[in-house]
């Protein structure tokens, strides 16, 4: 195959993200968020909230790895973030899969691809600690308006919450932490967290 029949066939086999379900919830619908919705609701926050990445980050490229972040799911399926056992085999099993995924493509853009997942999977550019804050943000706010059916059903608590997300709402601006310190405050106020 071409360049270009190669690219069709991954733009048409990352289609199946559609079916990828999460744990969180569409608001209003009560239904689980899809992994193509969860992208799209990504990207959507990084224009929106542009202003409030660290300083000289490049937009485009946090959006670029949020869009492939969790394409590795169409194989590796989606490994909830507080399920302790399967985030056991999460780095083995995405590894494989994108591998798989990203071999679809001629091997420049593939390799591409990947350096983009790794990089946002490793969270130290600037560009993909914001791509992960709000990778981190986006659920607590669907979980928050839902009235913690995802995090009730589990029994998730206040501090399985801030332990999961540290690790980059340490390096966010003060709007965006302020925001995670009152949803988790009144989260657990109206018991969609345990305390």
Same mark, same amino acid.
Not at 123 to 132: G, L
Not at 144 to 159: C, E, P
Not at 171 to 176: H, Y
């Given at each position: ?20 379900? !999460?744990?969180?919830?569409?608001? &209003?619908? /009560?239904?689980?968020?899809? @992994?193509? *919705?969860?992208?799209?609701? #990504? =990207? ?48 083995? !099993?995405?590894?494989?899969?994108? &591998?798989? /995924?990203?071999?679809?493509? @001629?091997? *420049?853009?593939?390799?591409? #691809? =990947? ?81």
């Amino acid at each position: 195959m071409n360049r270009f029949e190669k690219q069709i066939n991954f733009i048409i086999e990352i289609d199946k993200l559609k079916n990828v379900f !999460r744990q969180s919830l569409v608001t &209003k619908s /009560l239904r689980n968020e899809n @992994d193509a *919705e969860h992208s799209w609701h #990504l =990207c959507m926050m990084a224009i929106l909230l542009e202003e409030y990445a660290p300083y000289g980050t490049d937009i485009l490229k946090s959006i670029k790895m949020i869009l492939i972040h969790d394409l590795v799911e169409i194989y590796a399926g989606d490994t909830y973030l507080y399920d302790e056992d399967k985030n056991n085999t999460k780095a083995k !099993r995405e590894e494989d899969a994108a &591998k798989k /995924l990203y071999g679809m493509l @001629d091997k *420049e853009q593939g390799e591409y #691809l =990947c350096k983009l997942w790794h990089e946002f999977d490793e969270a130290k550019t600037k560009e993909a600690i914001f791509a992960n804050i709000l990778d981190r943000l986006q659920p607590m706010l669907l979980n928050y308006f839902t009235d913690g059916v995802a995090w009730k059903k589990h029994s998730i608590s206040q501090k399985q919450v801030i332990e999961k997300g540290n690790f980059v709402f340490e390096k966010a601006n003060n709007n965006i932490k302020s925001l995670r310190d009152e949803i988790i405050k009144k989260s657990v106020e109206k018991g969609y967290l345990l305390p």
